[in-house]
């Protein structure tokens, strides 16, 4: 490369720079937009069944019911509502003001005694994850409270098997935990393809282009000076989303800071080449952004794996997954902030993540034209 391109080059790098000083559009997308989907879905997006409202039904209250019944008073996962029938329990269920009922019979203490002692449970199925969510709860629940009673009267658990259970890599059983990582690699997905979409459609829409078009710069010059300034600017706004997921949300950082570096740069670089793709084919801000959520934004946040299980969709949609840059990022962030540095896992994601890196550049040097038409 010679002194003149070199000259040519930090005076377009210069520029940009000065641009973005001057344009705070662009840090808000680097640091305000993420910071604001983060908190949004990191808050709003849960797995969790917390204070479920459940009815609570005892045709005739005892000794054992009440201690029973207790155990969901004393549980984090239900607000339980007591009723005096279950009629009206069925009432409040239809009306939505509870989303489960628990029904205990009026010969509850008395089967109790002989060894069987069924209780009724009655769960809205309408959102079917809730429903088995709170299915297990009351299981969980119901054997607990068999277990207490038994080890109390000191007399053998009919329970057959003894589970000792043990939580892998999110102990707390948080779905935060599991969700904000790959919520980071779906927003840097938005973020990293806007940021060089947007400003280059400015430069069409403010004609600064047509500028630069009739300098002596090449096509290379002005990628790399749009490259290089948006890619600061997004590791900046990728440290800020880590910072906000480990102080604010607690999910824990177990992997090291140099493989979680690694992966964000070759990740950023291939949604900052996507970014590139779709501006060589928008001119205008607000078609380079619907391109960006719909072609970017949209695939990242449904076929990911963040959200929905990859493994549970059908074979055609696993291999569109495979085209998903985000796919690879969420699975090296979940594994080096929930594991750790698993080399089986970072190593291949990491080199199908150089390859689309790669090919977004390239085919946005390919389709980058230096000529106004």
């Known amino acids: 490369m010679s002194k003149r391109s070199d000259g040519r080059l930090r005076g377009l790098l210069r520029k940009e720079f000065l641009q973005i000083g001057r344009d705070p559009s662009s840090i808000a997308i680097a640091f305000l937009l993420p910071a604001i989907l983060l908190l949004l879905f990191g808050y709003g997006v849960s797995l969790d069944a917390r204070n479920v409202p459940i009815a609570l039904v005892a045709e005739s209250p005892d000794a054992d019911t009440q201690s029973f019944m207790a155990r969901f008073e004393q549980s984090p996962f239900f607000q339980p509502r007591n009723f005096a029938t279950i009629q009206r329990a069925d009432r409040a269920m239809l009306m939505r003001e509870v989303r489960g009922v628990v029904w205990i019979r ?23 994850n809730d429903a088995r969510l709170v299915e297990g709860y009351v299981q969980q629940i119901w054997t607990s409270w068999i277990a207490a009673r038994a080890q109390e009267a000191r007399i053998p658990t009919p329970i057959p098997v003894s589970v000792e259970q043990r939580v892998w890599f999110n102990p707390a059983v948080e779905s935060r935990n599991y969700l904000v990582p790959g919520l980071i690699a779906v927003i840097m997905t938005l973020t990293g393809s806007l940021l060089t979409a947007m400003v280059i459609a400015r430069e069409w829409e403010r004609g600064t282009m047509e500028a630069l078009m009739v300098t002596r710069v090449t096509m290379r010059d002005i990628l790399v000076a749009k490259l290089v300034p948006y890619f600061l600017l997004g590791m900046g706004g990728m440290a800020a989303s880590v910072a906000i997921a480990v102080w604010l949300f607690g999910v824990p950082l177990l992997g090291s800071i140099s493989v979680l570096v690694a992966a964000s740069t070759v990740f950023l670089l291939a949604a900052l080449g996507m970014g590139l793709l779709i501006s060589s084919a928008a001119r205008n801000q607000f ?39 985000a796919r690879y990022f969420v699975a090296v962030l979940q594994t080096v902030f929930l594991v750790g540095d698993v080399w089986s896992i970072v190593v ?7 390859a689309m890196a790669v090919f977004f550049l390239g085919a946005a040097r390919l389709m980058s034209r230096k000529r106004l038409d």
Do not use: C, E, K
């Open 106 to 128: 009026a010969n509850f203490s008395r089967q109790l005694r002989t060894g069987v002692a069924p209780i009724g449970v009655i769960v809205n199925g309408v959102d079917a």
């Open 287 to 325: 078609v380079a952004g619907q391109i960006a959520i719909i072609a970017a934004f949209l695939p990242a946040f449904i076929l990911s794996g963040f959200l929905f299980d990859i493994g549970s969709m059908p074979t055609p949609v696993q291999f569109i997954t495979h085209a998903i840059a």
């Open 348 to 354: 291949p994601n990491m080199a199908a993540l150089v």
